[in-house]
């Protein structure tokens, strides 16, 4: 069993979003060697959140999280939200109110047929 910190936070402007994130990684290779990392959304109030996946057409959800298996995985996702940040920052100067901070401890447990499960636990 390995445990990933997780942060969460919570940010506000006419629209609130909470954003959590975390990682175990380096854990010593591919996804077989138990690393993870995790990225989420949830839309708190008034956010026009759509995710599409495989090709189809973006739909409405409520939140949406990510999980990536293995080291490489972490650093190529880390060098592409650097990338996004990069190009979202150089359409305009945004502002946003950090309201809360909160943590947790992931839990994930695998099986004899390689099927992981995830337990989490906030804390603030």
Do not use: W
Request: aromatic share 4%.
């Amino acid at each position: 069993m390995s445990t990933i910190p997780i942060s969460v936070t919570t940010f506000e402007s006419l629209n609130i979003i909470t954003v959590h994130a975390g990682t175990n990684c380096p854990a010593g290779g591919d996804s077989g060697h138990g690393g993870r990392t995790i990225f989420g959304i949830t839309n708190n109030a008034s956010s026009d959140l759509r995710v599409g996946v495989n090709g189809e057409p973006p739909t409405e959800v409520n939140a949406v999280e990510i999980v990536l298996g293995g080291d490489t995985e972490c650093e190529t996702f880390i060098q592409a939200l650097e990338h996004a940040l990069n190009v979202l920052k150089a359409h305009g100067n945004y502002h946003l109110d950090i309201v809360g901070t909160m943590c947790c401890n992931v839990s994930i447990q695998g099986d004899s047929h390689g099927r992981r499960s995830f337990q989490s636990n906030l804390y603030r």
